[in-house]
């Protein structure tokens, strides 16, 4: 009995670690974003957003239609999440999170948009109590209070001289913001609750929620901008949407996607927050971009964050298996769940 529980222990442990491994890479892959986005400023935002949507579909349909096609196999006959169900969550979760990002980013800042995006892991973590049962650890909400706090103090002191000038925030923006964090609340919270229950492979999730959040992207691109500047783009500019859709987005989302099997959607919503202290390093290391006062602070702020957020996960009941491949999951938190 007492070998059965720490080798029980032992593999919630491993499991827990290669949840944060994925999360943390992928997390890392979206932070990279920040040495080539300065040179895709030219491109029109929702072409970026098509182009991201587009391309991670390819390479699942690709890839899975190639290893293993039963992946791709749904229908009328799924077990819990028809295609209905999956057109919808493919608007809920791609279309916000990468149409609702760019729109916010023709009338608001970077800086802006983050601090606004950045309130998903709170959002997460207290949804998930009701929606999961997940109850996070008092250390794991202090974390999320932390991250915010950090996201908060990177983007409003621009260094020696405080606090930057603050304007009005217009509503359009703001607007496409939110979509864009409830987005990836949406995705923390069924990604993680679809890994827990079983209802669909993650890669099926995954692989349908870009294709039909493709038809919705495509559809306000039509309404909103029209196709007209496809073709003007370079050859080095397609260099990098290839990369912001294969890396970033396929890499980068598919790895925090099956992060979540093994992790709770608190602890990975909070990790996720990684981007953006990779973000400013790769900035000042590859760009040459001096940190300012503020990212530095938030950086280490975030820093801590992760580390009483994930020391909480630990403490209260590290790692969590995936429902749909062994017999019990833990959460986050401890708690058992049945496959």
Same mark, same amino acid.
């Given at each position: 009995m007492r070998k059965a529980l720490e080798s029980r222990k032992a593999l919630e442990l491993r499991n827990w670690i290669k949840g944060t491994l994925l999360?943390?890479?992928?997390?890392?892959?979206?932070?990279?974003?920040?040495?080539?986005? %300065?040179?895709?400023?030219h491109l029109d935002p929702l072409t970026v957003a098509v182009m991201r949507?587009?391309?991670?579909?390819?390479?699942?349909?690709?890839?899975?239609?190639?290893?293993?096609?039963?992946?791709?196999?749904?229908?009328?006959?799924?077990?819990?999440?028809?295609?209905?169900?999956?057109?919808l969550y493919g608007g809920a979760?791609?279309?916000?999170?990468?149409?609702?990002?760019?729109?916010?980013?023709?009338?608001?800042?970077?800086?802006?948009?983050?601090?606004?995006?950045?309130?998903?892991?709170?959002?997460?973590t207290f949804l998930g109590i009701f929606v999961l049962r997940e109850?996070?650890?008092?250390?794991?909400?202090?974390?999320?209070?932390?991250?915010?706090?950090?996201?908060?103090?990177?983007?409003?002191?621009?260094?020696?001289?405080?606090?930057?000038?603050?304007?009005?925030?217009?509503?359009a923006g703001v607007a496409g913001a939110a979509l864009s964090m409830l987005g990836m609340t949406i995705q923390s919270l069924v990604g993680?609750?679809?890994?827990k229950k079983g209802w669909l492979p993650v890669e099926t999730l995954f692989s349908y929620a870009h294709l039909f959040g493709l038809f919705w992207i495509v559809l306000c691109k039509s309404v909103f901008s029209g196709w007209g500047d496809l073709p003007r783009i370079s050859a080095a500019s397609w260099l990098l949407l290839a990369y912001m859709g294969f890396i970033t987005t396929l890499l980068g989302y598919g790895a925090y996607n099956l992060?979540?099997?093994?992790?709770?959607?608190?602890?990975?919503?909070?990790?996720?927050?990684?981007?953006?202290?990779t973000a400013v390093v790769l900035d000042a290391a590859v760009l040459k971009t001096v940190p300012t006062r503020g990212e530095i602070v938030g950086c280490l702020v975030i820093l801590a964050a992760l580390a009483?957020?994930?020391?909480?996960?630990?403490?209260?009941?590290?790692?969590?298996?995936?429902?749909?491949?062994?017999?019990?999951?833990?959460?986050?938190?401890?708690? %058992?769940?049945?496959?």
């Open positions: 999360v943390l890479f992928g997390a890392f892959l979206w932070g990279t974003l920040v040495v080539v986005t %300065k040179g895709a400023s949507c587009a391309m991670a579909a390819l390479g699942c349909f690709a890839w899975f239609g190639f290893r293993n096609p039963r992946l791709l196999r749904v229908g009328p006959g799924s077990r819990a999440m028809p295609l209905f169900c999956l057109f979760t791609c279309a916000f999170m990468y149409a609702g990002f760019t729109i916010a980013l023709r009338t608001l800042s970077v800086a802006a948009c983050e601090v606004i995006f950045y309130t998903f892991p709170l959002f997460t109850r996070p650890s008092a250390a794991q909400v202090f974390a999320c209070v932390l991250i915010v706090s950090g996201v908060f103090l990177m983007t409003s002191l621009s260094g020696p001289g405080g606090s930057a000038p603050r304007a009005a925030l217009p509503l993680r609750g679809n890994a992060g979540l099997r093994y992790v709770s959607a608190a602890t990975a919503s909070m990790l996720a927050s990684f981007e953006m202290v009483l957020g994930t020391r909480g996960a630990g403490s209260s009941g590290a790692g969590s298996g995936n429902a749909a491949s062994s017999g019990a999951a833990s959460d986050g938190a401890g708690q %058992k769940t049945p496959a």
